[in-house]
Every structure is written in structure tokens, then in C-alpha cells.
């Protein structure tokens, strides 16, 4: 162990040391690091305020982790850390993550749990630390809750690098002590269900067609057996469905079309109505013959992030084998503008026989989810919940704070809303007006048109009308994450790129539901 003086070194959040001449990277390879957390001192507190994990660990080293924290400066404001070395011989880096207010617990302007949010963002910022000085192994303190230091720790160290041939340095996470082990693995899973999200949407179109996105939930779902059914529906099987608005998009391309069908059955009762998860699959959307601009369009191969969120919350849960069971639809094809593609004026026959005229290319995911919706009635299902990077309307309405909620059912919005406050990952509601139905129902040619008669005005509003036109089960919900479906800085725990949100408030919906057998 290093003599107390030189086991200091500033970092870029402001902590000191002096002496340490041995190079971080090269003491740390292959060796184990831990990340611990600490709290903001109350008024009346003179000392630091360590979590328990950090408490133990202090008295291990006699005192000198509390002594050190003391030494090198003010107390931790949130978010921010400091590393110590040679503390403890099986932890040759020790990093210390401010966690705020020890008393954080929900916060109801934020509509969201503020300690569980502190956890994710410490841990996360902690355990990046760790992977930039290449340290592989790293122990984590659960911060008083388990689930949310694993989702922090697996979402924080998550970057796609898959195509890059300098890789940033593999981090295997595990959590400190003897707390509960069962809550840590449960935030692992829901984490790595909106990785998985987070992959799917942040690779290149050219690697993810409809074709391999279908592939790709069919070798992640094959692992649970008998349990979970897959049906990749092909060109023929959607033309005998009539899904005529779903192939007017998908005739654009020359990438064929695919419906995907996932049946888990969870629940013992076989016959138990099933929740629905329809999500929008445009694999890469150009606008079609309403092109685009060109600035910003690669990030539309994220325009599959309903898709890739419902799919990745059903592996979620078959993973947890929640008791329930769970159907989820995802129309997958590509935006483009060939020869064939749907023109301005244009008028396509959804699967329920209504007649849409399709005023603007560019607003295909309506199209694909009509018939999408109209098919999940088939099921008799309990509840049906689609997601769609849908609109621009709604990034310009809420940002990136929220996902925007257009539902029937006041029972269903309040699972969804107490799901979101524990993930931290929120909704909101909007309205679901006949003033804008009056919008979409108006049209010169057909029964519907596509972007109504105001086309700048409540334009995720009206997206959300024309597509209660396909819905008549009691309990639906449509989830527009287009102002969500990216993070630059705004969720510190997440890395820039493709969010894969809201994948765990959908898991968690769905764990709540499986709970709640009333149906209303």
C-alpha cells in the first residue's frame, strides 16, 4: 500500500493530490477499481456523509477515506467525483461520486424519483472514469438502491463502437458487498434492454434493413424457448393482411418489407389477454418524394426507435419472466423515393378499408402504424400501446424532457406515469381532442388525410388523431418519443447518440400491469 501522501491525484473535477508519479493506466491494468458514493452534508453535518458501503469501507482502511475527502477539498456537489489510489490493495483506485442530498426522494415538479436519478448519474460518472484509465473490473457501491447503481453502471459505460477498430476498454461491473444481489441483476436487465434499443437505433441503416432487425430479435429471443413464438412476415403474408398503407410506404424501397409478430407468454394462464407493443419500423426514412433536407437525415436510421424500444422491453421481460403476456407488432421497411414510391395526392387503403390520401410522403409512420393497429385488435388484447418517432411537432413541443402520451384511458396513463417516475425516463400527457380528429377526418379524396388541414398547427396532436381513427379498444396509448429518440447531454448517465428511450418505462408498465389483473 502507498504511503497516505502520495495516494492523491487531481482529476478534471477537481480533486488534488501530489507525488503520484506511476502513470494511472499503467497501475490499474487488470487490476479491480471501486466506485463508492457520498452525500451532500446537511446543515447541521460537520463530516462527510458516506453511503453504508463507503462507511464499511472507510473503516477497512482505518479511517482514511473519510480523512482523504476531508484533506482535498469542499464536499462533492452531485455528479461530480474524486479518485484515490492505493487506499486498499484489492482496490488500487478508488473513485468517489457526489450523490446530492441524502434525503432526495420523489420529486413531484420533476415527476420523477430524484434519489434514484442521483444513483444512475454518480455510478455512471464513476464507472466512465474507470474505463478511461482502462480499469476492467470495477465493484459498486449500490448507493442505497441496487436497481438503479446497475442501470447507472450498464447504461453509463454503453457506447456503439462496433464498426471502429480502436474500441474503448471492456468494463465487467459487479456490485459491492452482500446487499440485494436479486435488485442489482434486475437494473442489469432493464438496462440492457435499452442498450439493446440504443444499438438497434444507432447503427447504420446499410446494417440494420427490416431483414436483419427482424434477424437480430430472433436470435435474442430464441434463448427463452417455448416461452417466447416469432413470426417474420414476409411481402405475400402482408398482402393478404390488406395492409395497403403499410406497403404503400415499403414500395419505395428497394429493401422488402417485414412484419414482425412476437408472442411472449408469461402469464400461467394461457388464455390471459395479452398486452400489445406496436412500434413504427422505418428502418431509414428519406421523407420519400417529400425529401428531407439532406443536413441531419443519416439521423433518421433511428426512425425504427418504436420498433427497437417495444421489441427490446419484450426481451426485457421475458428475461424477468414477468406472469403476463405480451404481443408485439413492428412494421419494418424503409422511406424511399424510387419510382414506385407514393406520391403527394396519392390515395392507399388501410387495413380496416378506410381510405387515406397521402398529402405528404414524409408522414409515413401514421401509414404503417394504421395497419399495425388495426391487426392488434385481432388479439383481444388487454391493452394496446404503440411508440413512433413520429413527429417533429413533438421534439418542438416537450424536447427531450419527456415523451409525449396521447391515450383513452385514464387507467393506462397512470401506469405509464408511475412507471416513468421510477425510471426516471417520463411521460407526459397530451390531449387527445376531436378538434384535432375534425383535422384529419376533412380530406378532398378520401376518409382520412395523412397531415390534416393544418399541417404546421398541433402537428403531433393530429398525427395522434388520425391513428385513434384504427383504434377501438378502450385502453390504447400512443407514445411519440421523436423528441426523445436522441440524447446530446441532457440524461447525464447516457452517452451522446441514440437514447433507446423509453425502453425501461415500458418494461416497467409492463412489470406494474402484470401486478395489476384489473382491467380498468
Request: net charge neutral.
Amino acid at each position: 500500500m502507498l504511503p497516505l501522501r502520495t495516494v492523491l491525484r487531481r482529476t478534471a473535477s477537481g480533486s488534488c493530490c501530489r507525488g503520484f508519479s506511476v502513470s494511472a493506466r499503467a497501475y490499474n491494468t487488470g487490476r479491480k477499481g471501486l466506485v463508492l458514493g457520498v452525500y451532500d452534508k446537511e446543515k447541521d453535518e460537520g463530516s462527510v456523509i458516506l453511503t453504508n458501503a463507503g462507511d464499511v469501507f472507510d473503516k477497512v482502511v482505518s479511517g482514511k477515506l473519510r480523512d482523504q475527502l476531508t484533506r482535498s477539498g469542499p464536499t462533492l456537489k452531485k455528479g461530480k467525483t474524486r479518485m484515490f489510489y492505493g487506499l486498499h490493495e484489492d482496490f488500487p483506485s478508488v473513485v468517489v461520486v457526489g450523490l446530492g442530498k441524502k434525503t432526495a426522494g420523489v420529486n413531484h415538479q420533476e415527476n420523477w424519483n430524484e434519489s434514484k436519478e442521483n444513483i444512475r448519474t454518480a455510478v455512471s460518472v464513476g464507472c466512465r472514469q474507470m474505463q478511461d484509465l482502462e480499469v476492467e473490473h470495477v465493484e459498486v457501491d449500490p448507493c442505497g438502491d441496487e436497481q438503479a447503481a446497475a442501470e447507472g453502471a450498464v447504461l453509463g459505460l454503453f457506447e456503439y463502437d462496433e464498426l471502429k477498430k480502436k474500441k474503448k476498454t471492456a468494463v465487467a461491473t459487479q456490485l459491492h458487498g452482500s446487499q440485494d444481489s436479486a435488485a442489482w441483476q434486475k437494473g442489469v436487465l432493464y438496462a440492457e434492454g435499452q442498450n439493446l434499443a440504443r444499438y438497434l437505433m444507432e447503427a447504420p441503416a446499410n446494417y440494420i434493413t427490416p431483414t436483419r432487425f427482424a434477424e437480430i430479435l430472433e436470435q435474442k429471443l430464441g434463448a427463452f424457448g417455448d416461452r417466447i413464438k416469432v413470426f417474420t412476415r414476409l411481402k405475400a403474408w402482408i398482402e393478404e393482411q390488406q395492409m395497403g398503407a403499410f406497403l404503400s410506404v415499403a414500395k419505395g424501397s428497394d429493401e422488402p418489407p417485414v412484419f414482425l409478430e412476437i408472442h411472449y407468454q408469461g402469464s400461467p394462464e394461457s388464455s390471459e389477454s395479452p398486452l400489445v407493443f406496436v412500434g413504427k419500423g422505418v428502418t431509414f426514412d428519406s421523407g420519400g418524394i417529400s425529401l428531407k433536407p439532406s443536413s441531419g437525415m443519416d439521423a433518421m436510421r433511428a426512425d425504427m426507435g418504436g420498433a427497437a424500444t417495444v421489441c427490446s422491453a419484450i426481451v426485457t421481460a421475458a428475461s424477468l419472466k414477468l406472469p403476463l403476456n405480451i404481443i408485439g407488432l413492428a412494421p419494418l421497411c424503409e422511406n424511399m423515393p424510387n419510382g414506385k414510391a407514393n406520391k403527394p395526392g396519392d390515395v392507399v387503403k388501410a387495413r380496416n378499408g378506410k381510405t387515406i390520401q397521402v398529402d405528404n410522403t414524409d408522414a409515413e409512420g401514421r401509414l404503417l402504424l394504421a395497419d399495425a393497429l388495426c391487426y392488434a385488435h385481432d388479439f383481444n388484447p388487454r391493452a394496446i400501446v404503440n411508440a413512433a418517432t413520429l413527429t417533429g411537432a413533438m421534439d418542438v413541443a416537450l424536447g427531450s424532457a419527456a415523451t409525449g402520451v396521447f391515450t383513452n384511458s385514464s387507467w393506462l396513463w397512470t401506469h405509464l406515469h408511475e412507471a416513468s417516475i421510477v425510471t426516471g425516463d417520463r411521460v407526459w400527457r397530451m390531449p387527445l381532442f376531436e378538434h384535432y380528429s375534425k383535422q384529419v377526418t376533412e380530406s378532398a379524396l378520401a376518409d382520412l388525410n395523412n397531415i390534416g388541414k393544418y399541417s404546421r398547427s398541433g402537428g403531433a396532436c393530429t398525427a395522434a388523431a388520425f391513428l385513434k381513427e384504427f383504434v377501438s379498444a378502450p385502453h390504447w396509448a400512443h407514445l411519440d418519443i421523436a423528441g426523445v429518440m436522441s440524447n446530446k447531454d441532457e440524461v447525464p448517465y447516457l452517452r451522446k447518440g441514440m437514447s433507446g428511450r423509453p425502453t425501461r418505462t415500458l418494461t416497467e408498465f409492463a412489470a406494474r400491469l402484470s401486478s395489476d389483473k384489473n382491467a380498468s
